[in-house]
């Protein structure tokens, strides 16, 4: 059964820092790409950072510079380090994984929270 849980999600102040954990389990991690997605209520879930199989990252424009996705394989951990947080980093957090070649396997998280609010 495969399963990704995410932690580390609070309430914070703008220009704080945090940082999001994902373990995997339940399949062959190296051989799956890394992403982080959020969502807002009543919103689309927002693409935020890609970490691939091959060490290749991308971010999306809001957060370049801010924030870094990172793993550790041997760990099945899945980690976003996010600094200078903004009211507007406000939302659901998931953890997505997707398989390098098979790309229609694919898994998502139950989310967590993060709220930026003076």
């Known amino acids: 059964q495969v399963q990704l849980v995410e932690s580390g999600g609070a309430s914070v102040q703008p220009g704080d820092s945090l940082r999001l954990s994902c373990v995997v389990s339940?399949?062959?991690?190296?051989?799956?790409?890394t992403s982080w997605y959020r969502q807002v209520p009543g919103n689309q879930r927002e693409f935020v950072a890609v970490l691939s199989t091959g060490g290749t990252s991308n971010y999306a424009d809001a957060v370049k510079g801010r924030f870094t996705i990172s793993r550790v394989n041997d760990k099945k951990l899945v980690y976003l380090e996010m600094s200078d947080l903004k009211p507007e980093d406000t939302a659901v957090y998931y953890c997505?994984?997707?398989?390098?070649?098979?790309?229609?396997?694919?898994?998502w998280g139950q989310g967590t929270q993060v709220t930026v609010s003076s």
């Open positions: 339940g399949l062959n991690f190296d051989l799956y790409d």
């Open positions: 997505y994984i997707r398989h390098n070649r098979f790309i229609s396997v694919d898994y």
